[in-house]
Structures are given as structure tokens and as C-alpha cells.
């Protein structure tokens, strides 16, 4: 199960920090993703870290304001998201996924087992 939390309105500029808080243990042996979805629009790709850390990769939307982290040792990850704009507002999803292949591609959804129920991020202009 993953718990997301720290969404919440901020103003244009502003910052916010997600969580999301994995229940298992082998949390820390998976990709985390985090994607979002805003009204009226299909659910995209921001972010993932595999389970070391050792490689992350963002959408070109959010590269170089968005950092994707995690700390195993708590079985938690993260999204620290720096100058909002407003098209950030969007209901953010953790993801998690147990997949390991060649070539596999962590942008896609469908690579993802595991998700959140989602928190809300409101950026006011």
C-alpha cells in the first residue's frame, strides 16, 4: 500500500514537498514513480528513482524544478517541487513497480503495480 501526502495550494513560485510512505518492506527493492493527472487531461509521467537511487529521470515539463528522492530506510519516497506554475495543478500519484527487464521503460504507467490514491497540488497564479 503507498500513502501519498503533502500536497496542498501554494502561490506561482512557491514549493511543496510530496511524501509517499510504502507500508511493505519491499518497498525498497522497487522503481518509484510519480504521475499526475489534472482535470480533464490523461494521467502523465513526472518522475522515478530506481530502488538505489542510482538513476532518476524526469519529464521535460518538471526538469531541474522537481527532485525525486527517497529514503529506504523508511520505506518512503519523495517529490520536492520548487517554482510551481499554475499548469502544475494536477492530483499527484506514487506508483511502485516490481519490474526489472532489459529496456524497460519506468515513463509508462503500465509498468507501474502499485499506486496511491493520489493528493491534490493547487497552484494559484
Do not use: R
Given at each position: 500500500q503507498l500513502v501519498e501526502s503533502g500536497g496542498g495550494l501554494v502561490q506561482a513560485g512557491g514549493s511543496l514537498r510530496l511524501s509517499c510512505a510504502a507500508s511493505e518492506r519491499t518497498f525498497s527493492s522497487y522503481t518509484m514513480g510519480w504521475f499526475r493527472q489534472a482535470p480533464g487531461k490523461e494521467r502523465e509521467f513526472v518522475a522515478y528513482i530506481t530502488w538505489s537511487g542510482g538513476d532518476t529521470y524526469y519529464a521535460d515539463s518538471v526538469k531541474g524544478r522537481f527532485t525525486i528522492s527517497r529514503d529506504n530506510a523508511k520505506n518512503t519516497g519523495y517529490l520536492h517541487m520548487n517554482g510551481l506554475k499554475p499548469e502544475d495543478t494536477a492530483v499527484y500519484y506514487c506508483a511502485a513497480s516490481d519490474r526489472v527487464y532489459y529496456g524497460i521503460r519506468y515513463y509508462r504507467?503500465?509498468?507501474?503495480?502499485?499506486?496511491?490514491?493520489?493528493?491534490?497540488v493547487t497552484v494559484s497564479s
Open positions: 504507467e503500465n509498468e507501474y503495480k502499485y499506486w496511491g490514491q493520489g493528493t491534490q
